[in-house]
């Protein structure tokens, strides 16, 4: 609020917007995606394309907000994200059921441990580094930077074989 310069009510007023325009993202994000399905498009290609989009866009909108000089931009940059968010799971979480195979729980498991260690990470990460420099700007461009590169680690590496699937594959063509 201070370093925008708007009233609680201004910022209220900002971040209330986000959450009808996200169900919209992600109501857009599902139908864009039953379509691209229905005309032949690969599941895990499509999950993989679409996460690291979303993530790109993410970081380019985290950053842009952590740029901006004025409240309705920040607020723009701020639903923006959000909306992204959808491309990561088609506006329902099943990235994780799909590509996880026999290995779903402990993917799920690894997932839900990464997802919330931003929340135990982040404030004490926010304070050293405002501190230490004056600006919350490197704050945002930490999570800007985490968020892509776990984008782009998931269109990497996401499979729909299972861990003990590759495990074996691995071994036998070590042992080959």
């Known amino acids: 609020m201070e370093q925008l310069g708007c009233t609680a009510i201004e910022t209220a ?10 169900v919209f993202g992600e109501f857009a994000t599902g139908a864009l995606e039953g379509v691209l399905l229905t005309r ?27 740029l901006t000089k004025t409240p309705l931009l920040a607020a723009c ?11 990561h799971h088609s506006g329902f979480s099943a990235n994780l059921l799909e590509v996880g195979g026999d290995d779903a729980a402990i993917l ?36 800007s930077a985490i968020n892509l ?9 996401a499979s729909l074989k299972s861990g003990r699937e590759l495990l074996s594959e691995r071994d036998q063509s070590a042992g080959a």
């Open 149 to 157: 590169v776990g984008g782009l680690a998931f269109a990497r590496w």
């Open 40 to 66: 032949g498009f690969d599941m895990l290609t499509l999950r993989k394309v679409s996460t690291a989009f979303a993530a790109a866009m993410q970081s380019v909108c985290l950053t842009c907000f952590g």
């Open 77 to 87: 940059f701020n639903i923006g994200a959000e909306c992204c968010y959808g491309f």
């Open 13 to 22: 007023t900002f971040l209330s917007l986000k959450g009808p325009l996200k």
């Open 108 to 143: 799920t498991a690894v997932s839900n441990t990464l997802g919330n260690a931003p929340g135990i990470i982040v404030p004490p990460l926010g304070v050293a580094l405002h501190k230490a420099t004056g600006s919350w700007l490197p704050l945002f461009l930490s999570g």
